[in-house]
Structures are given as structure tokens and as C-alpha cells.
């Protein structure tokens, strides 16, 4: 690699220096915005005994709130990418905070999904303009960025069903408006970071436009890899919302543990998501994307297979690899189809996280269905084969191959 000249090495070394700042920012924004979303699958338990619910109708729950964050995100995205605002991250967090308070105030079913929609719609507005800043401020490691951002939010996905098992199932679900302070914080931070976001977007429009006119030209040849990443996406998502939205029922129905102990297993699956998530993004920066898709993916398989047939020991270790690989397999992909378009950033964001947020809500919603009808076990079987789609990912372009992709993309901001 040649070494940068000294007129190079100063401006680069501000970008880093800046964005470190802002990257941290917004990957603990993540992680508060994160806790809170992970607070409404975590306390499934509490609902469905407080509501007498069936597993379809928790399925539904998960599918409103997955649904209402996915089908507004690409929306939101394709419009910021016109017409960028900066200070729409707090207004998300704002709606995200109305939503946890009716949440934990619903008296009824059809409240209780009113809520988890604003807050599905608080979601939708944060992924994809977070998204943006992290790119912004990654100073060229993209996959990095992705990852630091994208850890932020598993680490609050992680830890929200500790303090769901802490604090809210000892103290009922009015508990839940104790967290709206974590929202309150959460606005404080963004507001700073839509401040830098905002001094970016005026230097930004000082420059010029040749990246928008590059990227239309890169669309053609991008439709059959987007196809072969939607397989992908349906693959990951599915099977990892069969572990997320009903490892502790499976826990629970197996091997007999209680709500709090299959919490714990819970929480060890997604400690795994965390690192693979970390992991992912500067492993596809060194070596590929390409590969970090394709070993995350289908190196998933054996492990899931096997997992229906372990006992209570090896269920810990095996969810937590599992969580591992497949998680490293996101920010590869984020950051692959923002290369495919890379105009279009908000979009290809909203579009990919929204992806993400609705296969995991469809998922939940159809093995809740399943696990009614055939036992939660039948489920974690059926599911295994899942990451064996992770095959279709030697069909992937290899984008380190273009070398003029290469040279046009390191000059991305």
C-alpha cells in the first residue's frame, strides 16, 4: 500500500480524528435505541400471561413493529437522500419515546400494537440517516464504520432483555416508563450529532455532483447481485428471528429452565450477534465482503443444524456461534449494496435495514403460527436448513475485482 504524501496524510488524519467522535456518538445512540426496541420481545413473557395471548398473536406483535420500521425506512431514505435532516434523528427517537409510554400503558391488545408501532416508526426514521452519518464520518473504512455503528445497536439488543429481567418482569410492565429517561438521553445526543451532520451537509454541497451521475450508471449491472443479497437477507433474518423472538420459549418448553434463565441464554446468542457484528465489517474491508457474506452465512449451517438435538450445555456454546457468524454477515452486506449504488445512500440504508426489520417480522409472525400448530420445537428443526441459502453466496460479483469501482469509491466522502 503506497504511503500517503504529507498533503494527504493532514486532512485524513482530521476526517479520523472527527469521526471517531461522531462514530461513537451515533453507535451509542444505537445502543440506547436498540435497548429500548429490544425491550418489547424481551417481556413476551409478561404479556402473554398478563393478556392471555397465543403465540400467533405474539407473533403479531412482533410483525407490527417490524413492519411499521421496515416499510417507512427505504421511504425515508430516498427522500433525505433529496433533501438531507439533520436534526430528523431526534424527532425519530422523540416518536420512539411516545411509543415506550403508551407501551407501558396499553390496557388492551389493540393499544399495546398502536404502541409498538410508533415505536417501529421512531426506528424507521433513526436507521437509515444514522446510517448515513456513520458513512460520513468513516473517513474510508466503511465497513468499519458500519460495524461500530451497527454494534452499537446489538450491544442494546443484548442488554435489554437483562434489564427486562431485572427490572421489568419483578416490577410489572409499568416499569417500562423508567426507560423513557434512556430515550430522553438518546434526543440529547442526536440533536449534537445533527448539529456535525449539518456543518457536513454545507461542505458537502461546495463540492461537486459527479458521484450521483457515476452511480446511475452503476444500477444496470447491480439488479441480479441485489436479488442474489435478498436471498441472503431471507435467510439470515429468518432464522435468527426464530432464535430472538423464541429462544426462551424454547429454553422454557425443552429443558424446563425458568423466564429468567432463558433470558441468560438469550442474552449469550445475542453477545454473539454483538461480536460477529463488530467483527464483520473490518474483516469485509481486508478481505472482501464477498467472503465475509459467504463464510458467515453458510459457516451458520452446521451449527444450526445441530442445534435442535443438543442438550441444556451445548445449547449455550451453539446459539452463541451461531449468533457470531450470522451477525458478521450484515455489515458486509449494508456496505456491499451501498457500493452497488453509491448515490443513493439513505435509500440503499432504509431499504436494507427495513429489509432486515420486516423478513424478521414476517418470520415472527409465521413460526409463531407454526409453533401453535406444531410444537415450539418443530420450529428450531425446520429452521436449521435456513443457512444452507448461504450457498448462493459464491454467485456474488467480487467487487474488489473492478478496479475502476475500486478507484471510484475511495473517493466517496
Known amino acids: 500500500m503506497a504511503h500517503p504524501t504529507p498533503a494527504e496524510h493532514t486532512p485524513a488524519a482530521t476526517t479520523e480524528r472527527i469521526g471517531i467522535k461522531v462514530l461513537a456518538a451515533i453507535s451509542f445512540s444505537h445502543f440506547l435505541n436498540d435497548l429500548i426496541q429490544s425491550l418489547i420481545p424481551a417481556i413476551y413473557p409478561l404479556l402473554k400471561e398478563g393478556f392471555a395471548l397465543s403465540f400467533t398473536q405474539i407473533g403479531l406483535i412482533t410483525l407490527t413493529f417490524q413492519l411499521s420500521a421496515s416499510l417507512l425506512q427505504p421511504l425515508v431514505g430516498s427522500y433525505t ?36 408501532g410508533l415505536v417501529g416508526t421512531g426506528s424507521a426514521v433513526f436507521h437509515p440517516e444514522s446510517s448515513r452519518v456513520a458513512r460520513m464520518a468513516s473517513a474510508g473504512q466503511y465497513g468499519l464504520a458500519q460495524s461500530i455503528f451497527q454494534v452499537g445497536g446489538n450491544g442494546g439488543t443484548a442488554v435489554g432483555p437483562l434489564l427486562a429481567a431485572l427490572i421489568i418482569l419483578p416490577q410489572g410492565r409499568q416499569s417500562l416508563a423508567w426507560f423513557s429517561l434512556v430515550a430522553l438521553l438518546a434526543m440529547f445526543i442526536l440533536w449534537r450529532v445533527g448539529g456535525w451532520y449539518r456543518q457536513r451537509q454545507l461542505q458537502e454541497r461546495r463540492q461537486p455532483k459527479a458521484a450521483s451521475r457515476r452511480a446511475e450508471k452503476s444500477r444496470p449491472s447491480a439488479v441480479w447481485p441485489v436479488v442474489l443479497l435478498l436471498v441472503l437477507m431471507f435467510s439470515k433474518f429468518f432464522y435468527t428471528t426464530s432464535l430472538h423472538s423464541y429462544l426462551t420459549f424454547y429454553m422454557m418448553h425443552k429443558f424446563e429452565v425458568s423466564v429468567r434463565s432463558a433470558q441468560l441464554y438469550l442474552f449469550v446468542f445475542l453477545f454473539g450477534v454483538a461480536l460477529g457484528t463488530i467483527l464483520g465489517g473490518p474483516i469485509g474491508d481486508r478481505i472482501g465482503r464477498k ?9 451458520a449451517a452446521p451449527f444450526a443444524l445441530a442445534l435442535p438435538y443438543a442438550n441444556l ?101
Request: with cysteine; hydrophobic share 55%.
Open 81 to 116: 437522500d433529496r433533501h438531507p435532516q439533520p436534526y430528523s434523528l431526534t424527532l425519530g427517537m422523540g416518536c420512539t419515546l411516545i411509543g415506550l409510554i403508551a407501551l407501558s400503558l396499553a390496557p388492551d391488545y389493540g393499544l399495546l400494537l398502536l404502541a409498538v
Open 291 to 299: 467472503q465475509v457474506i459467504w463464510w458467515s452465512i453458510f459457516g
Open 313 to 413: 450445555f451445548w445449547t449455550g456454546p451453539l446459539t452463541f456461534v451461531i449468533g457470531l457468524l450470522m451477525a458478521s454477515a450484515f455489515p458486509a452486506m449494508v456496505v456491499y449494496a451501498q457500493e452497488l449504488f453509491p448515490g443513493k445512500i439513505g435509500m440503499i440504508s432504509g431499504l436494507f435495514f427495513g429489509l432486515a426489520f420486516g423478513l424478521a417480522g414476517i418470520g415472527a409472525a409465521l413460526l409463531g403460527w407454526l409453533a401453535d400448530l406444531r410444537g415450539i420445537t418443530f420450529v428450531y428443526q425446520v429452521c436449521a436448513w435456513l443457512p444452507l441459502l448461504g450457498l448462493v453466496a459464491i454467485l456474488l460479483p467480487d467487487m474488489r475485482k473492478n478496479p475502476d469501482n475500486e478507484k471510484y469509491m475511495s473517493r466517496q466522502p
